[in-house]
């Protein structure tokens, strides 16, 4: 199953939509949405606006492949849980986000071998084919580094 999250910040993502309703008018996929603030009238899947908490962790735990914006915090969760994550930027040019910081973010994380991007259905449907035999590298949380850090400097 691909669980496709598009956060929870007021700015639509239809983009993203429409190119995974393009990708399956070629392929066949399992995917249950958590679309936001978009507005896309979907062909060939359902949308649920925003998920209860509960309803969201499960799906992000069912999932094989979890499908998101350039958003850090919902990237991170998923790599802590050792999912396999196709990442694709909001941009300002289409109201999806007030800059273009998603596209550092998503760099950042695909230099180190953790994540795919997409930025269109072509790069997605490559990203879908390519996604269950990559390797990436092994995601290592430096949060408890950071705790450490930080304890230093309260004290």
Same mark, same amino acid.
């Given at each position: 199953?691909?669980?496709?999250? &598009? $956060?929870?910040?007021?700015?639509?993502?239809? =983009? /993203?939509?429409?190119?995974?309703?393009? *990708?399956? +008018?070629?392929?066949?996929?399992?995917?249950?949405?958590?679309?936001?603030?978009?507005?896309?009238?979907?062909?060939?899947?359902?949308?649920?606006?925003?998920?209860?908490?509960?309803?969201?962790?499960?799906?992000?735990?069912?999932?094989?492949?979890?499908?998101?914006?350039?958003?850090?915090?919902?990237?991170?969760?998923?790599?802590? &849980? $050792?999912?396999?994550?196709?990442?694709?930027? =909001? /941009?300002?040019?289409?109201?999806?986000? *007030?800059? +273009?910081?998603?596209?550092?973010?998503?760099?950042?994380?695909?230099?180190?071998?953790?994540?795919?991007?997409?930025?269109?259905?072509?790069?997605?449907?490559?990203?879908?084919?390519?996604?269950?035999?990559?390797?990436?590298?092994?995601?290592?949380?430096?949060?408890?580094?950071?705790?450490?850090?930080?304890?230093?400097?309260?004290?």
């Amino acid at each position: 199953m691909i669980f496709i999250t &598009l $956060g929870s910040q007021k700015f639509q993502f239809n =983009r /993203l939509l429409a190119d995974v309703d393009t *990708v399956m +008018d070629q392929m066949q996929l399992d995917v249950i949405v958590q679309a936001g603030a978009s507005t896309y009238q979907a062909r060939n899947f359902g949308v649920t606006p925003f998920m209860a908490p509960r309803e969201y962790q499960q799906n992000v735990l069912q999932a094989d492949v979890i499908i998101t914006h350039g958003g850090a915090g919902t990237i991170v969760n998923a790599l802590k &849980l $050792g999912k396999r994550v196709i990442a694709m930027p =909001r /941009l300002a040019q289409y109201g999806e986000h *007030v800059d +273009d910081h998603q596209i550092q973010i998503i760099e950042a994380f695909t230099n180190q071998n953790l994540i795919l991007s997409a930025t269109n259905a072509k790069e997605l449907s490559q990203a879908l084919q390519d996604i269950q035999t990559h390797q990436f590298a092994t995601f290592i949380s430096n949060t408890p580094n950071f705790i450490d850090q930080l304890k230093t400097v309260i004290k």
